[in-house]
């Protein structure tokens, strides 16, 4: 069973960036997409970063021009650059991987809080 495991949330000022990372405990073949999603307090998981096999992104329109999706294939992991960061990106942070055939892995989440 393929499992992902983030890392790299925590407590950070406004103004300031994290990186996150989310690493599969094995390849994952025939991958279609990598994303991060956010989960804030008391609101619905919504995509903010996607990166497709072919190399096209998709970023949610808060996350334009402030963060940046990125993969290490040798690695198996997935990184999400958070840059400029606002008390509205705070939340649960999610990667999720999607296969060509259906396959669908979630991580278990890394908070990211962003508070003076």
């Known amino acids: 069973q393929v499992q992902l495991v983030e890392s790299g949330g925590g407590l950070v000022q406004p103004g300031g960036s994290l990186t996150l990372s989310c690493a599969a405990s094995e390849t994952i073949p025939n991958i279609y997409g990598m994303g991060w999603y956010r989960q804030a307090p008391g609101k619905q998981r919504k995509l903010i970063a996607q990166l497709y096999t072919g190399g096209s992104t998709y970023y949610e329109d808060s996350a334009k021009g402030r963060f940046t999706i990125s993969r290490d294939n040798a690695k198996n992991t997935v990184f999400l650059q958070m840059t400029s960061l606002k008390p509205e990106d705070t939340g649960d942070y999610y990667c999720?991987?999607?296969?060509?055939?259906?396959?669908?892995?979630w991580g278990e989440g890394t908070l990211v809080t962003v508070s003076p």
């Open positions: 999720h991987i999607t296969t060509q055939d259906g396959m669908a892995y």
